[in-house]
């Protein structure tokens, strides 16, 4: 198919990113070693299908890719060329017409996460996502100090690696520990730079955050300061403080070919 411009075929809507997207590429970098990464995980592919691209982060450069995203606000944002508006459970393209899949943090937003990984497996012979496991232990302290409000909306969109891995058919799954400087602002990004969710602006580029009332942000966060003014937090985490890299759930799953 065409996918010269920005194509709009079967268009899902995704209102929390054509909400809250504006600004994403400032906060969300693209962090090299996650990068890295992924690039291996997708085994050399020349033709890429990134389906809930955003921005555009992660897409190899060796590679030609096609960005697939609902959002017309992040596919604003997208520097490349070969853009389709469109959701991961209905993907307009033919069958094997890729060599390789990538889905990094967006299965989590899928309405049919089963629907969409079949359509990665569809059109391309090889899957490689990157989410996030709900399960997982330990838990980021600004969620259980601050916003536990954040646990139980996180375990209701985000599903847990075990199943993802089950219904991907994966045979291969990486840990990703979240270095202390990781470029890419997601919520767990600045787990040793605690003065970072002061920020409303690295706030909004977390759909989490994005999403919560502001009567219960404006005391989390203003307690947050408090404790960072008091030296209370610095006594709390004072041994996380001395770690250079941080395992939070985040995986990188692998199948086909
Ligand atoms: C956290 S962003 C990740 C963007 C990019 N992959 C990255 O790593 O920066 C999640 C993306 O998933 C997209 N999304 C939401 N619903 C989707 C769906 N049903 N199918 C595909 N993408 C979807 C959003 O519009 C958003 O761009």
């Given at each position: 198919?065409?996918?010269?411009?920005?194509?709009?075929?079967?268009?899902?809507?995704s209102p929390v990113y054509?909400?809250?997207?504006?600004?994403?590429?400032?906060?969300?970098?693209?962090?090299?070693?996650?990068?890295?990464?992924?690039?291996?995980?997708?085994?050399?592919?020349?033709?890429?299908?990134?389906?809930?691209?955003?921005?555009?982060?992660?897409?190899?450069?060796?590679?030609?890719?096609?960005?697939?995203?609902?959002?017309?606000?992040?596919?604003?944002?997208?520097?490349?060329?070969?853009?389709?508006?469109?959701?991961?459970?209905?993907?307009?393209?033919?069958?094997?017409?890729?060599?390789?899949?990538?889905?990094?943090?967006?299965?989590?937003?899928?309405?049919?996460?089963?629907?969409?990984?079949?359509?990665?497996?569809?059109?391309?012979?090889?899957?490689?996502?990157?989410?996030?496991?709900?399960?997982?232990?330990?838990?980021?302290?600004?969620?259980?100090?601050?916003?536990?409000?954040?646990?139980?909306?996180?375990?209701?969109?985000?599903?847990?690696?075990?199943?993802?891995?089950?219904?991907?058919?994966?045979?291969?799954?990486?840990?990703?520990?979240?270095?202390?400087?990781?470029?890419?602002?997601?919520?767990?990004?600045?787990?040793?730079?605690?003065?970072?969710?002061?920020?409303?602006?690295?706030?909004?580029?977390?759909?989490?955050?994005?999403?919560?009332?502001?009567?219960?942000?404006?005391?989390?966060?203003?307690?947050?300061?408090?404790?960072?003014?008091?030296?209370?937090?610095?006594?709390?985490?004072?041994?996380?403080?001395?770690?250079?890299?941080?395992?939070?759930?985040?995986?990188?799953?692998?199948?086909?070919e």
């Amino acid at each position: 198919m065409n996918t010269s411009a920005s194509a709009s075929a079967s268009p899902a809507p995704s209102p929390v990113y054509d909400r809250i997207g504006v600004g994403y590429r400032r906060v969300r970098q693209a962090d090299p070693r996650l990068a890295a990464l992924i690039r291996e995980g997708l085994g050399g592919a020349r033709t890429v299908v990134n389906v809930g691209a955003g921005t555009g982060s992660y897409e190899p450069v060796d590679a030609e890719v096609v960005a697939v995203d609902p959002s017309q606000v992040m596919l604003d944002q997208h520097p490349g060329e070969r853009k389709v508006r469109a959701g991961a459970e209905e993907l307009p393209f033919g069958d094997g017409e890729f060599d390789a899949a990538m889905a990094v943090m967006t299965v989590h937003h899928w309405s049919g996460l089963r629907q969409g990984l079949a359509e990665l497996r569809r059109v391309a012979r090889r899957q490689v996502v990157f989410t996030w496991d709900p399960v997982h232990e330990p838990e980021l302290w600004v969620v259980g100090e601050y916003f536990p409000e954040i646990r139980a909306m996180e375990r209701e969109r985000f599903t847990p690696v075990s199943d993802v891995a089950e219904a991907m058919g994966a045979h291969t799954v990486v840990p990703f520990p979240i270095p202390h400087d990781f470029t890419d602002g997601l919520q767990t990004a600045y787990w040793r730079r605690p003065e970072m969710f002061l920020d409303p602006v690295v706030r909004a580029a977390s759909s989490t955050f994005a999403q919560l009332p502001d009567s219960v942000v404006e005391p989390a966060v203003a307690r947050l300061r408090a404790d960072l003014e008091s030296g209370e937090w610095h006594r709390r985490h004072a041994e996380l403080l001395t770690r250079e890299s941080v395992d939070y759930g985040y995986r990188l799953l692998i199948a086909g070919e």
